[in-house]
């Protein structure tokens, strides 16, 4: 940057002279800067399309994606600076002052703003790591959704209701990613404790399969169900968990189609899916014995009949 300079400020502006010249000077430094920029960001987002074209899996693609955006981002950034202090120089303010006190105010700016300076620590261990892509679903600083950008400053979320979230990088201690290499589609089913439990198996494994035949659902089912068995007993079912192994982002489609076919499977088997119920104990006597509970059951009508 300094070899930079020193070319500038030492080119003969001799012929370039007076207040006039000088605005033409500026008005220059700005256009050929605008022109850098699209011209070195076009440059990058054809190598990135080169790239991604040799890449295999959409992984792959989305991770060029994402750096291709920072790249050109930075790019914009560099050279604004660029123009910037070029132009200061233009306008007769001395460069020599402002660079020799970069090293107190940027000490003056780490105390200030360390949040800032974590951003872009964090910013650029997250794209490094490749932790995040545009595209992913993740949960970051107990916020999930869709990356729709992702900054050396920030991660831009949508949620399932549409609402946007601008995280800041100093924020993100833990990257939950759902989005890669695939994901296991997990599944409670609540049965009644009278049901027959191996029965209940085999129509879970028969529901299981006919949905991976699906022309829908094939292509996303990566496996077999895995039944796990009996996960816990509650208060009025007996819940019984399984899983699929599927392709990325294919777990809540796949767990809500089985879910609704399963319904329509215990329905033709006569399976109860329970309603929570409640027992009412009534007590007991120290030797044992109940009170008698003054229960009557009359039909509709009777009441009236009643002398």
């Keep these: 940057m ?9 080119l003969d502006w001799s012929r370039w002279s007076g207040p006039a010249l000088a605005g033409l000077r500026i008005v220059l430094i700005i256009v050929l800067a605008w022109v850098l920029v699209s011209v070195l960001q076009r ?18 693609v989305r991770r060029a994606e994402t750096l291709g955006r920072v790249v050109r981002y930075l790019i914009a950034l560099i050279v604004s600076a660029l123009a910037v202090m070029m132009v200061l120089a233009e306008v007769g303010i001395s460069l020599a002052p402002i660079l020799g006190a970069a090293g107190v105010v940027g000490l003056a700016i780490g105390f200030g703003a360390q949040s800032l300076v974590k951003d872009y620590f964090t910013g650029f261990f997250l794209l490094f790591e490749d932790q995040i ?5 993740v949960k970051v600083a107990d916020i999930g959704g869709l990356v729709e950008d992702i900054t050396l400053r920030h991660v831009r979320l949508r949620d399932y209701d549409g609402n946007v979230h601008f995280v800041p990088n100093n924020l993100i201690t833990t990257v939950t990613n759902m989005s890669r290499g695939f994901a296991q589609s997990v599944v409670d089913v609540g049965v009644a404790y009278r049901e027959d439990l191996d029965e209940v198996y085999a129509v879970m494994r028969q529901t299981a399969a006919a949905l991976r ?5 094939e292509a996303r089912i990566l496996g077999d169900l895995e039944l796990a068995g009996v996960e816990r007993w509650d208060h009025s079912a007996v819940t019984v968990r399984c899983r699929f192994k599927v392709a990325p982002l294919a777990q809540w489609d796949v767990r809500r189609e089985y879910l609704k076919r399963l319904k329509r499977a215990f329905d033709d088997h006569g399976i109860e899916i329970p309603y929570p119920h409640l027992t009412v104990y009534a007590g007991a006597h120290k030797d044992g014995t109940a009170p008698v509970w003054p229960l009557r059951v009359e039909r509709p009508g009777a009441a009236a009949q009643r002398p």
């Design 2 to 10: 300094s070899t930079l300079w020193s070319r500038w400020e030492h």
């Design 133 to 137: 892509r545009t595209g992913d679903v």
């Design 213 to 217: 035949k699906d022309s829908a659902f």
């Design 43 to 60: 440059l990058v987002r054809a190598a990135r399309i080169r790239i991604a074209a040799r890449l295999d899996g959409i992984d792959a």
